[in-house]
């Protein structure tokens, strides 16, 4: 079993930066594809990026490209979302995922075993 917990969300203007944390419990969260997701009201839930088990491989969604940057503290059991330059359209809920049978993510949802509760965050205008 794994527990993931997301954290770092908030209120912020557009323009302004933010990092949140993914951290993860129960089974060592190193080794295996940890993804972020995000899902804006009545959209669907949407890749945004995934980095390997060892932290060597990421792979972004071109629309946050340049402007997110993933990356793990295997130490530490957590991942990262660095986000620069927040645009309104990227309102949304932040979701964690793991792929526990996998070093090497993917964008779909459906893939993955295990999900945080979620993190939103709001950019105003």
């Known amino acids: 079993q794994v527990q993931l917990v997301e954290s770092g969300g908030g209120l912020v203007q557009a323009g302004d930066s933010l990092r949140l944390s993914c951290a993860a419990s129960?089974?060592?969260?190193?080794?295996?594809?940890m993804t972020w997701f995000r899902q804006a009201p009545r959209k669907e839930r949407e890749f945004v990026a995934t980095i390997s088990g060892s932290g060597g491989y990421t792979y972004y969604a071109d629309s946050v490209k340049g402007r997110f940057t993933i990356s793990r503290d295997n130490a530490k059991n957590t991942v990262f979302l660095q986000m620069i330059s927040l645009k309104p359209e990227a309102t949304a809920v932040y979701y964690c995922?793991?792929?526990?049978?996998?070093?090497?993510?993917?964008?779909?949802?459906?893939?993955?075993?295990?999900w945080g509760q979620g993190t939103q965050v709001t950019v105003s205008s």
């Open positions: 995922a793991a792929d526990t049978r996998t070093s090497n993510g993917s964008m779909w949802p459906d893939n993955y075993d295990y």
């Open positions: 129960g089974r060592t969260s190193s080794g295996y594809a």
